[in-house]
């Protein structure tokens, strides 16, 4: 059987999962992580930019995803280690400050392209947050895997409290959720400081269409 290349990191998880469940002749529960490792190892190969490094997960990872597997949630003690170990990943802007260009940020949201094996290394990768948010009114199209973030800094305010909070968060997701799956944007790599300003601006910046009834200009 031929084997496929690499897939984009957004889908592991998933591809753990539907490897361990597609062994019909045995349940989920019986499946190991070495098995679910070996079968992934022996499908896939690299090409361009994805190699086979994605498929080696973190003690998060490994975590999160036999708790999937077997249906047993983490326990209390488990989760909190997680948590603790993804705030203190969170590094915070150079100058203090967390508000770029909500234009800019618009153009980070919309965007799902990125780390895929046709991607030319050091190409700017995009934030797809309409995928699992809605965002503004003028944009219809969007998921709601993840809670609406309409009106988001309106709601909220702009204190050094939520600010920190919202940047943890777009840093690193497992810092309030230990098995989150909301991307890990800073702590992954996949969006660099001034783009996550750009998308805090997006949220925040009063004159950004999240915090506008109408139509963004």
Not at 3 to 32: E, M, Y
Request: aromatic share 6%; charged share 20%; hydrophobic share 40%.
């Amino acid at each position: 059987m031929k084997k496929s290349t690499i897939a984009p990191l957004a889908v592991l998880a998933g591809l753990l999962l539907t490897a361990a469940a597609a062994q019909a002749d045995q349940p989920v529960t019986g499946t190991s992580p070495q098995d679910v490792q070996a079968v992934l190892q022996a499908s896939f190969e690299p090409k361009g930019i994805a190699k086979m490094d994605r498929l080696e997960q973190s003690a998060m990872q490994k975590a999160c995803s036999q708790a999937d597997m077997t249906g047993k949630p983490l326990t209390k003690e488990e989760a909190s280690a997680i948590t603790k170990e993804a705030l203190a990943s969170v590094k915070y802007p150079a100058d203090g400050k967390y508000l770029g260009d909500w234009k800019a940020g618009e153009k980070v949201a919309q965007s799902g392209r990125g780390m895929q094996l046709s991607d030319k290394a050091g190409a700017a990768n995009g934030g797809n947050c309409y995928a699992c948010h809605q965002m503004t009114k003028a944009e219809i199209s969007f998921g709601n895997i993840g809670p609406s973030l309409l009106h988001y800094g309106k709601q909220r305010g702009t204190t050094e409290a939520i600010m920190k909070y919202t940047w943890n968060k777009v840093y690193n997701s497992h810092a309030y959720a230990a098995c989150s799956i909301m991307p890990r944007f800073g702590a992954a790599g996949i969006l660099t400081e001034a783009q996550l300003k750009d998308v805090m601006a997006l949220l925040f910046d009063p004159e950004s269409p999240v915090n506008k009834d109408g139509v963004a200009q």
